[in-house]
């Protein structure tokens, strides 16, 4: 049985104007935060709701407030039925408001994209959809799958974290039963968030880059790496090739071989 009381805002109303328990005592029995309470008080909160009896009601007894009222460490505790034992557990599928149904399929498709071991009848509890939407959005034959964006139920309020983990567990189990072989990412999808969260990370190498930890130069049919070139004479890296040299070389005979003697005996008698 929840340890919250029906009408829950209602009954803090009925008890700060009717009872002269503290705000403690009165968020804790109703599950509400105890600067609520105080807003309460001051009419700044809940204004206009009327206040609900939880004695009339059998959800107090008159003992249990008196009790309260002359220990403010005591906090109140909720009558027991035994009848109303497992009444909480819900039955049949999932209510989705109107409001939240036409996100449904975005939900359906974030959790086959991302948790295809799950099986329909697991999302469907979790969205509270059918098999035939669910089948039609894993073969990508529904009327509108090209406008349908992958977004996490849990974001939509489809369902709470605590039950996607808890799908993800029984997955987990069915697959360890199975004997199948995971991969680190597919074994990270099937652990909770917590534990997700808790692992370490590991490195890994940039996708831009990948491959190049194994590049190796081949010269002559031997694999050459970069660790392994002789690299002591840095300055032969900027010495100018053989070919230029012999090139000037030709320049020079030919320059000699242009020149004419009759010229010097010229140049001799001038300055004679």
């Not at 997955?171 to 808790?198: C, H, I, P, W, Y």
């Not at 070139?229 to 000037?248: G, H, I, K, Y």
Request: net charge negative; aromatic share 4%; glycine share 6%.
């Amino acid at each position: 049985m929840s340890q919250k009381p029906i009408m829950a805002k209602a009954t803090a109303v009925w008890l700060v104007d009717e009872t002269t328990l503290t705000f403690r005592q009165v968020a804790e029995f109703c599950g509400l935060h105890e600067l609520e309470v105080q807003g309460i008080a001051d009419g700044d909160v809940a204004a206009g709701v009327k206040g609900f009896d939880p004695v009339a009601n059998n959800q107090l007894t008159a003992d249990e407030i008196a009790k309260a009222e002359k220990d403010p460490s005591h906090n109140l505790k909720l009558k027991y039925y035994a009848a109303a034992e497992g009444e909480e557990k819900r039955r049949g599928p999932r209510y989705t408001p109107l409001s939240k149904r036409q996100d449904r399929p975005a939900s359906i498709l974030w959790l086959v994209k991302f948790h295809p071991e799950l099986t329909d009848a697991q999302i469907s509890k979790l969205v509270g959809t059918t098999k035939p939407t669910i089948q039609s959005i894993r073969e990508r034959t529904h009327w509108n799958i090209n406008n349908i964006d992958p977004i996490d139920p849990v974001a939509l309020g489809l369902c709470r974290q605590t039950e996607l983990d808890a799908a993800v567990q029984i997955a987990a189990q069915k697959k360890a039963r199975e004997g199948v072989v995971m991969d680190d990412d597919a074994r990270r999808r099937l652990v909770s968030t917590e534990q997700s969260l808790g692992m370490d990370t590991e490195a890994r190498i940039p996708s831009a880059i990948s491959g190049l930890e194994t590049f190796t130069l081949s010269r002559g049919g031997e694999s050459v790496t970069e660790r392994e070139r002789d690299v002591s004479d840095a300055d032969s890296f900027f010495n100018l090739p053989d070919e230029a040299t012999d090139e000037d070389a030709s320049d020079n005979g030919r320059d000699d071989a242009s020149h004419d003697p009759h010229d010097d005996t010229e140049a001799e008698k001038r300055r004679g």
